[in-house]
């Protein structure tokens, strides 16, 4: 069964950082790219980042471009989303998902039960 | 940069009753990108279609999804008690703000 479980979310002050973690357990984990996508209580899902399988290619949103970073360790099937410079606005809770990215069956097929982020003084 | 538009915002139905859910791009995607996912509260988004119209592993024949270029929709044949939810679709790195289903 495919697992995926985050940590690391929790209430931090503006302008300080905070590291999330996604561990992943039930599949491979190098065979697929991962997903981070957010949303605030009550409201929309937004897409934060991408790292493709080996991390050779990573994408941002423009919202948190140049404040976020995606990594992984396949070693650990463990996927990171290191947050620097944090807003209120980043408020929210955060998803791994899993990339489904073959043929014309693209989707995130397997989603965590999120950790939540809580920017505020 | 790509929008998506869901309409309706909410969507008041009764179970038995079918829903239909739209999905409108700023411009043409590939259908391949376009996805489909159901939330319920408190729970994580679940895919229910992919590619556009291929339903996703354990979903119910009553989702069906249609559609290319720029406009898109999602089809539950007869709602079930269950499928009262929110809707969202997707398209690489957006998503649509969603369409609430609930019981009229």
């Known amino acids: 069964e495919v697992q995926l479980v985050e940590s690391g979310g929790g209430l931090v002050q503006p302008g300080r950082s905070l590291r999330l973690s996604c561990a992943a357990s039930g599949f491979t984990f190098r065979d697929y790219a991962m997903n981070w996508v957010r949303q605030v209580p009550g409201k929309g899902l937004e897409w934060v980042s991408a790292i493709t399988w080996n991390g050779g290619s990573v994408g941002y949103a423009d919202s948190v471009m140049g404040r976020f970073t995606v990594s992984r360790d396949n070693a650990k099937s463990s996927l990171y989303l290191q947050m620097n410079s944090l807003r209120p606005e980043d408020t929210a809770l955060y998803y791994c998902?899993?990339?489904?990215?073959?043929?014309?069956?693209?989707?995130?097929?397997?989603w965590g039960q999120g950790t939540l982020v809580t920017v505020s003084s | 940069e790509i929008v998506l538009t869901q309409s309706p915002g909410t969507l008041s139905l009764s179970p038995g009753e079918r829903a239909t859910l739209s999905c409108r791009a700023s411009?043409?995607?590939?259908?391949?990108?376009l996805a489909w996912y159901q939330q319920k509260p408190g729970q994580a988004p679940r895919v229910l279609i992919y590619?556009?119209?291929s339903r996703a592993t354990g979903i119910p024949d009553r989702f069906s999804g249609s559609g290319s270029g720029t406009d898109f929709t999602l089809t539950i044949s007869r709602l079930e008690p269950e499928d009262f939810a929110v809707y969202y679709c997707q398209q690489l790195r957006t998503f649509g703000q969603g369409t609430k289903v609930e019981i009229k």
């Open positions: 411009q043409s995607v590939s259908s391949s990108y």
């Open positions: 998902a899993r990339e489904i990215s073959f043929g014309s069956a693209w989707h995130l097929d397997s």
């Open positions: 590619g556009a119209s």
